[in-house]
T-cell receptor
Framework: GIQVEQSPPDLILQEGANSTLRCNFSDSVNNLQWFHQNPWGQLINLFY???GTKQNGRLSATTVATERYSLLYISSSQTTDSGVYFCAVDPDNTDKLIFGTGTRLQVFP | GAVVSQHPSRVICKSGTSVKIECRSL??????MFWYRQFPKQSLMLMATSNEGSKATYEQGVEKDKFLINHASLTLSTLTVTSAHPEDSSFYIC??????????FGSGTRLTVV
């Protein structure tokens, strides 16, 4: 099956710093999403981004489908950005998501 | 926006007993619900897909007789962990697809089997 690897696995930042999270996938996909899981376990949609670039406030994402990777940019990080960031792909167009390995982000004041 | 209410948020049960987890779509009709489990510091693993009015489909390696899924209405999907054992302790999450708007997740159920 498809492999979805994220890097780095862990990231520690001071408030105000910028960061780039990467998601590599081993096969072509119909759908790619980014999610944030907060420290209480709730998952929140960030981006639906099968290709191209999108921005939402301090966050932006870029997917290069032909090269099988996606990037999530976080600018001017805040303590509330802490949690785990997952990318997830739908390889078969069935809405079933295969989640990546995750990046655990800690932002300190 | 679309909301999925998941209950209970935490449950502790004795080994050998069964536990039912409910996910209700509050403001939309969920014809499909996905069930995931997540072990500590790990990713989410898809367990099964429930479809309203039909049998659930299970991912490879998931015991369908142990994890009973029912999707009897367009607003309620349930997961019952039968004869629970300590190794079933995990965080269980339901999710409903929302097309290009992504997915709506329940808040999760932390199951501890003692």
């Amino acid at each position: 099956g498809i492999q979805v690897e994220q890097s780095p696995p862990d990231l520690i930042l001071q408030e105000g710093a910028n960061s780039t999270l990467r998601c590599n996938f081993s096969d072509s996909v119909n759908n790619l999403q980014w999610f944030h899981q907060n420290p209480w376990g709730q998952l929140i949609n960030l981006f639906y981004i099968p290709s191209g670039t999108k921005q939402n406030g301090r966050l932006s994402a870029t997917t290069v489908a032909t090269e099988r990777y996606s990037l999530l940019y976080i600018s001017s990080s805040q303590t509330t950005d802490s949690g785990v960031y997952f990318c997830a792909v739908d390889p078969d167009n069935t809405d079933k998501l295969i989640f990546g390995t995750g990046t655990r982000l800690q932002v300190f004041p | 926006g679309a909301v999925v209410s998941q209950h209970p948020s935490r449950v502790i049960c004795k080994s050998g007993t069964s536990v039912k987890i409910e996910c209700r779509s509050l403001d939309f009709q969920a014809t499909t619900m996905f069930w995931y489990r997540q072990f500590p510091k790990q990713s989410l693993m898809l367990m099964a897909t429930s479809n309203e009015g039909s049998k659930a489909t299970y991912e490879q390696g998931v015991e369908k007789d142990k994890f009973l899924i029912n999707h009897a209405s367009l607003t309620l999907s349930t997961l019952t962990v039968t004869s629970a054992h300590p190794e079933d302790s995990s965080f269980y999450i339901c999710s409903a697809p929302q097309g290009i708007y992504g997915y709506t997740f329940g808040s999760g159920t932390r199951l501890t089997v003692v």
